[in-house]
């Protein structure tokens, strides 16, 4: 799934126009990214925990290729959580 598909979903679902959806879903990614660059972490009871933390690179395989692919995060979820700053 997309981002705008996610973005598209929220919106259908809580009945909220696509542009107050939108809004929705960058402000709940830039409070994760600021919590998570603060060095902090973000939980949710019964679905997950955010938090940043070093870890070696994992290797995994498209299945629909079979080429080996390495798993990171987001380029500029990465960049905020490096660099400190949001």
Do not use: I
């Not at 070093?54 to 959580?81: D, Y």
């Amino acid at each position: 799934m997309t981002k705008q598909e996610f973005v598209d979903r929220v919106a259908a679902q809580a009945g909220l126009s696509k542009s107050d959806a939108g809004k929705a879903v960058e402000a709940f990614l830039d409070t994760v990214t600021r919590e998570l660059t603060s060095g902090g972490q973000v939980n949710f009871t019964g679905f997950g925990k955010f938090s940043a933390q070093r870890r070696a690179a994992r290797m995994g395989v498209n299945p629909r290729t079979g080429e080996k692919v390495q798993f990171q995060a987001g380029s500029s979820l990465k960049a905020s959580v490096k660099g400190g700053g949001g």
